[in-house]
């Protein structure tokens, strides 16, 4: 999967998502490792609505390193 295709996936039907998802992937995708990146996209694949439950810390994600992505992506939000 290519950039754009990735950024194509952080597009979501939910405007807090969106505006989480792609500045973090837009600044990041570049300098991710191979498992940094299929990490990102396995996140990619939950629902919106349990998407935003994680990225909200509502509630965590299947393992720890999907949490600790999903802290991350949370914590880059506050810097845009």
């Given at each position: 999967m290519n950039r754009?295709?990735?950024l194509w996936r952080?597009?979501?039907g939910m405007l807090e998502l969106d505006l989480l998802l792609k500045p973090y992937a837009e600044e990041n995708l570049a300098?991710?490792?191979a498992e940094q990146l299929q990490?990102?996209?396995v996140l990619?694949?939950?629902s919106d609505q349990s998407l935003l439950e994680i990225l909200m810390g509502r509630k965590p994600a299947k393992n720890t390193q999907?949490?600790?992505?999903?802290n991350t992506i949370q914590n880059a939000a506050k810097s845009y």
């Amino acid at each position: 999967m290519n950039r754009a295709q990735i950024l194509w996936r952080c597009r979501r039907g939910m405007l807090e998502l969106d505006l989480l998802l792609k500045p973090y992937a837009e600044e990041n995708l570049a300098a991710m490792s191979a498992e940094q990146l299929q990490l990102f996209l396995v996140l990619l694949e939950y629902s919106d609505q349990s998407l935003l439950e994680i990225l909200m810390g509502r509630k965590p994600a299947k393992n720890t390193q999907l949490t600790e992505l999903a802290n991350t992506i949370q914590n880059a939000a506050k810097s845009y």
